[in-house]
């Protein structure tokens, strides 16, 4: 994609934080479609836009679309939502949204752009529009709900209104909801559609949307160049099977949540390759026709080759041949992005030979000689795989594909939150299919899956291959001990084998026994109604999963840290233990090992190395722990309803803070010097005129910060002298403070609140924090002097959100909406958001604790 001589972003006199956004994401220059759009959309014309997949059309109306808003808000200082971004599909919705607040990152909470299609409720729906972002992105069908239900208004306030990939919207049977959309929108506004192809269904929509446009269309190759795309063409004779490759598989018949997470999955790097399918069904439409089926045009979206971008794919393998020359440019545009490099493999039987003809004749001109180059193999060197193919293929069978598949469907309907009411109501059919019998697992070709080197080709001997367990599986690889048996051995000992592959079984199931949050350090774990969550932070997984048949609703949960001891309580109807008991759950060991009855309810459970502590009402009872649980000491304290309490992490100096009986009073206990034999009475300070809201112990124990009910000010006291050393303002108006956390090394300090920000402090050289103007203009007195937040970030959640730090200067945010945020910050006092997972539907919300563990 060449660009003109001399063009870059600056030239676009663009905001500098726009401008900062690019840069962070790597764009030297724009692209030919991104240099001929964006002067265009910035005098207000109205576009229809045609460039090849990977060209940088998001880019292209995104860009103009955010400075103007900036322009508007500069001058009115109104909030309202000011542009549409229609999709044809939910993924790309997602995608788009995703790409906006990448540019808008250096601009939250200015610029504000809400996906509605990621929330499946309507309530959460309607909670993201409450706010008034200035960019909506959706689909016809999900925006055009929301206009009925008056749950938005854009007759007033609407600037411009894009509809991406418009070639598709019609075609998936959109027609009707886009004439409807445009009946709800002013007779004044910018249009822009962009396309990858332009087709009578973009001429349609022209004439809907757009009034005198600019017809863009950008004379470059539809795909890259022959030094950029590298593409080889296979005649197939034989179907492939993988040899304990793991692989994720994404195509339309999987629900939105199913496809985004594996999407999210591959693009962060936990999987390396991708199956992905562009058909909705492999019914025929005559089929379709004799059955009287009738497919909802909510789901006509294709998920591989249209839209979806896939981060840094090198390699696009085309198992079945596109019947089309634009399904092969939007599939092979998957690879070869920008200025990346990237190689094409298609296969093709004699059946599929007019659809190979028809390609290269149609793309014939782009490049010179054959583009679509034989794919040469020397047969001699995979002559030692063929046995193994036909015992893959063999395998194979039709029975084998139907019991995968319904194990598919049963995890699916299990993991359904649609259903989740459903089974309540019938137990007995959420214990059916949960007890539904255990697939066979296939044990016979544990051999395919390693490869020993001899039968390796020469030129890939010595690359190193990932090896992986399979699930399904107890152990993926067979040990060289076993080969190297005599066959004597074999015949005349069979003791001896016996106890060589138990020694060996047992080896393999200590490795998988392994502490699970061993190697993490930063980590939040999920009291939830549908059971229990540990999710690590860096890279963001889920690590231990406790589902409600086995733990019931969970109400307070606590992590021995980095460990897989959990102690939890239940309540509720499903609970599967009264909400008077402690307890204690071993991971490895996969079941309950501990049970501690309390005269009251529980309101907070904390763990350490060497104690186990439990909060009553008005109570607290320090345990020794693991082991047989002793009760070591208990005290008496102010009516604590929420819980609040802090244990610090460092297992060297062990401190337990929480409420006194005075209001106001901070009582911290050192555990080390707590004995059966010797009482130790807690430290005493008097933090505030009004009740405690928040505690929180840095990992060393020698700071405590502390909130009260008002949550205007957060106070940090040296626990050795029981003084102050810093006040922070959070703000002026009075708010519930839902957490507050220090860094590792207590540099810094962040904390949440119902206002729905993040704000972050400057712990160790205060002069970071942000002063108040009246200090400036000479005006004294203790609210002019306050110190203000270093940093802070607005989360789109209407939802409690707690948080903690991450490593290199991050801050982990989860609201109980089931939304993870991972930002960034300098001392600079910029704040950016780096991650953003939706890992949890919105009715398994219960409660959320946020932890971290340095090494």
């Known amino acids: 994609m060449k660009t003109l001589r001399g063009t870059t972003f600056n030239s676009f006199n663009l905001d500098y934080r726009i401008l900062k956004a690019v840069k962070l994401l790597g764009w030297k220059k724009p692209t030919l479609i991104q240099e001929k759009f964006i002067p265009l959309a910035l005098q207000g014309k109205d576009i229809v836009s045609r460039a090849r997949t990977g060209s940088g059309k998001t880019a292209a109306f995104s860009i103009p679309i955010i400075q103007k808003i900036l322009?508007?808000?500069?001058?009115?200082?109104?909030?309202?939502?000011?542009?549409?971004?229609?999709?044809?599909?939910?993924?790309?919705?997602?995608?788009?949204?995703?790409?906006?607040?990448?540019?808008?990152?250096?601009?939250?909470?200015?610029?504000?752009?809400?996906?509605?299609?990621?929330?499946?409720?309507?309530?959460?729906?309607?909670?993201?529009?409450?706010?008034?972002?200035?960019?909506?992105?959706?689909?016809?069908?999900?925006?055009?709900?929301?206009?009925?239900?008056?749950?938005?208004?854009?007759?007033?306030?609407?600037?411009?209104?894009?509809?991406?990939?418009?070639?598709?919207?019609?075609?998936?049977?959109?027609?009707?909801?886009?004439?409807?959309?445009?009946?709800?929108?002013?007779?004044?506004?910018?249009?822009?559609?962009?396309?990858?192809?332009?087709?009578?269904?973009?001429?349609?929509?022209?004439?809907?949307?757009?009034?005198?446009?600019?017809?863009?269309?950008?004379?470059?190759?539809?795909?890259?160049?022959?030094?950029?795309?590298?593409?080889?063409?296979?005649?197939?004779?034989?179907?492939?099977?993988?040899?304990?490759?793991?692989?994720?598989?994404?195509?339309?018949?999987?629900?939105?949540?199913?496809?985004?997470?594996?999407?999210?999955?591959?693009?962060?790097?936990?999987?390396?390759?991708?199956?992905?399918?562009d058909e909705i069904s492999v019914e025929s439409p005559e089929e379709r026709k004799q059955s009287g089926t009738i497919i909802k045009l909510e789901k006509k979206e294709s998920t591989a080759s249209r839209g979806i971008d896939f981060n840094q794919i090198s390699n696009v393998i085309n198992f079945d041949f596109p019947k089309t020359v634009e399904e092969y440019i939007h599939r092979v545009g998957r690879t070869a992005r920008a200025w990346n490099q990237g190689t094409a493999l298609s296969f093709s039987t004699k059946r599929e030979a007019k659809f190979v003809s028809r390609v290269k004749k149609a793309l014939a001109k782009q490049y010179e000689g054959e583009f679509l180059k034989p794919y040469r193999i020397n047969m001699e060197e995979l002559d030692g795989f063929r046995y193994r193919c036909l015992d893959a293929l063999r395998a194979s069978t039709t029975l084998a594909v139907k019991e995968a598949r319904l194990k598919e469907i049963r995890e699916e309907v299990l993991k359904s939150t649609k259903l989740k009411s459903y089974f309540v109501e019938n137990p007995r059919d959420l214990q059916l299919i949960r007890h539904d019998r255990i697939f066979k697992r296939n044990r016979s070709l544990k051999h395919l899956k390693h490869v020993p080197e001899y039968i390796v080709p020469k030129s890939l001997r010595g690359v190193p291959v990932k090896s992986v367990q399979n699930d399904d599986d107890d152990y993926s690889v067979e040990h060289e001990e076993k080969d190297h048996l005599k066959s004597s051995d074999r015949i005349t000992k069979p003791s001896l084998l016996q106890r060589k592959r138990k020694a060996y079984r047992e080896r393999c199931a200590a490795k998988r026994e392994a502490d699970p949050l061993e190697s993490f350090k930063y980590y939040f774990i999920c009291a939830l109604n549908t059971g229990l969550r540990v999710y690590n932070t860096d890279p963001f997984m889920e690590v231990i999963h406790l589902d409600e048949a086995t733990a019931g609703s969970v109400k307070l949960c606590c992590l021995l840290q980095r460990s897989n001891i959990v102690a939890l309580v239940c309540n509720g109807p499903n609970g599967k233990f009264s909400e008077n008991s402690v307890v204690i759950w071993d991971d490895k060991k996969r079941k309950f090992i501990l049970e501690i009855e309390c005269p009251s309810e529980v309101v907070a459970v904390r763990m350490s190395a060497a104690n186990l502590i439990i909060v009553l009402l008005s109570e607290v009872h320090v345990y020794t722990f693991p082991g047989q649980p002793n009760l070591i000491a208990s005290f008496d304290t102010r009516d604590n309803p929420k819980g609040i309490c802090s244990m610090n992490s460092d297992?060297?100096?062990?401190?337990?803070?929480?409420?006194?009986?005075?209001?106001?009073?901070?009582?911290?206990?050192?555990?080390?010097?707590?004995?059966?034999?010797?009482?130790?009475?807690?430290?005493?300070?008097?933090?505030?005129?009004?009740?405690?809201?928040?505690?929180?112990?840095?990992?060393?124990?020698?700071?405590?910060?502390?909130?009260?009910?008002?949550?205007?000010?957060?106070?940090?006291?040296?626990?050795?002298?029981?003084?102050?050393?810093?006040?922070?303002?959070?703000?002026?108006?009075?708010?519930?403070?839902?957490?507050?956390?220090?860094?590792?090394?207590?540099?810094?300090?962040?904390?949440?609140?119902?206002?729905?920000?993040?704000?972050?402090?400057?712990?160790?050289?205060?002069?970071?924090?942000?002063?108040?103007?009246?200090?400036?203009?000479?005006?004294?007195?203790?609210?002019?002097?306050?110190q203000w937040a270093l940093a802070k970030f607005a989360v789109g959640s209407k939802y409690p959100c707690y948080c903690c730090f991450g490593k290199e200067s991050t801050v982990i945010a989860v609201c109980m909406d089931g939304s993870y945020y991972k930002l960034g910050y300098d001392d600079s006092g910029t704040c950016t958001q780096l991650e953003y997972e939706f890992f949890l539907g919105i009715t398994e919300d219960t409660n959320f604790w946020a932890s971290y563990k340095e090494e």
């Open 71 to 277: 322009e508007e808000k500069q001058s009115s200082g109104i909030q309202c939502i000011r542009a549409v971004v229609l999709a044809p599909s939910r993924e790309l919705a997602k995608q788009l949204c995703d790409h906006i607040n990448s540019l808008c990152q250096f601009l939250t909470p200015e610029i504000q752009c809400v996906d509605l299609v990621i929330a499946e409720h309507a309530v959460a729906q309607r909670f993201s529009l409450n706010s008034n972002p200035d960019i909506v992105v959706s689909t016809p069908s999900r925006l055009l709900a929301q206009l009925k239900q008056n749950n938005l208004s854009l007759r007033e306030t609407l600037k411009y209104f894009v509809v991406d990939e418009a070639d598709l919207v019609l075609s998936y049977g959109y027609e009707s909801e886009m004439t409807e959309i445009i009946s709800y929108l002013p007779n004044n506004y910018q249009a822009f559609l962009t396309s990858a192809t332009m087709n009578e269904n973009v001429k349609l929509l022209k004439k809907l949307t757009l009034h005198n446009a600019v017809i863009l269309k950008i004379e470059e190759a539809q795909l890259p160049a022959a030094d950029q795309l590298t593409q080889y063409h296979i005649r197939l004779k034989l179907f492939l099977n993988t040899f304990g490759i793991t692989v994720v598989i994404l195509n339309s018949e999987l629900p939105l949540n199913s496809r985004c997470h594996i999407v999210q999955q591959f693009n962060s790097g936990l999987y390396d390759t991708i199956i992905a399918s």
């Open 651 to 786: 297992p060297e100096v062990e401190y337990f803070a929480f409420p006194g009986h005075r209001i106001g009073t901070l009582l911290l206990l050192n555990l080390k010097q707590l004995t059966q034999s010797e009482s130790t009475s807690p430290l005493s300070i008097k933090a505030h005129s009004s009740d405690i809201a928040c505690i929180s112990l840095n990992n060393a124990a020698n700071l405590v910060a502390t909130a009260s009910e008002k949550g205007t000010l957060i106070r940090i006291f040296n626990v050795q002298k029981k003084m102050k050393i810093l006040e922070f303002r959070r703000g002026s108006d009075p708010a519930l403070i839902y957490s507050i956390k220090f860094s590792l090394d207590s540099s810094f300090l962040c904390t949440t609140s119902d206002k729905g920000t993040i704000h972050i402090f400057s712990v160790k050289d205060p002069n970071l924090n942000q002063r108040s103007t009246l200090q400036k203009v000479g005006i004294s007195g203790a609210y002019a002097e306050s």
